[in-house]
């Protein structure tokens, strides 16, 4: 998984794969699961996506504030929409 390869499995405490969940991105639906398991509404989260048709569409749609992460430089931001290109910047949003 992802998570694994980026290191940030630990500090995780909720992981919903769509493909167990017979839903996918960019449905609104595994968006709306994810955020119903964190106890909290769509509306208070943030999504950090690397992927615009699938996440930052899926999140948008869901209610979520997307947050799009470009680790390589390879797609434009689309507009309207924050970005980062490291995870230490998404910590820094929230101090």
């Known amino acids: 998984l992802k998570l694994d390869s980026v290191g940030i499995r630990p500090w995780v405490d909720v992981v919903l794969v769509g493909g167990t ?3 996918h991105k960019p449905k609104a639906e595994v968006f709306r699961r994810a955020a ?3 106890c ?15 996440d930052i569409v899926g999140a948008q749609s869901a209610g979520m504030t ?4 470009d680790v390589h430089g390879h797609r434009e931001c689309p507009e309207g929409v924050d970005e ?9 949003r929230f101090n």
């Not at 909290?40 to 699938?54: A, I, L, T």
């Not at 997307?66 to 992460?69: A, F, K, N, T």
Request: glycine share 2%; aromatic share 8%; net charge negative.
């Open 36 to 38: 119903q398991r964190l």
């Open 66 to 69: 997307p947050l799009y992460i």
């Open 84 to 92: 980062i290109t490291a995870l230490p910047q998404l910590l820094e």
């Open 40 to 54: 909290v509404s769509p509306e208070n989260c943030v999504y950090v996506g690397d992927y615009p048709p699938n």
């Open 21 to 23: 969940e017979d839903v």
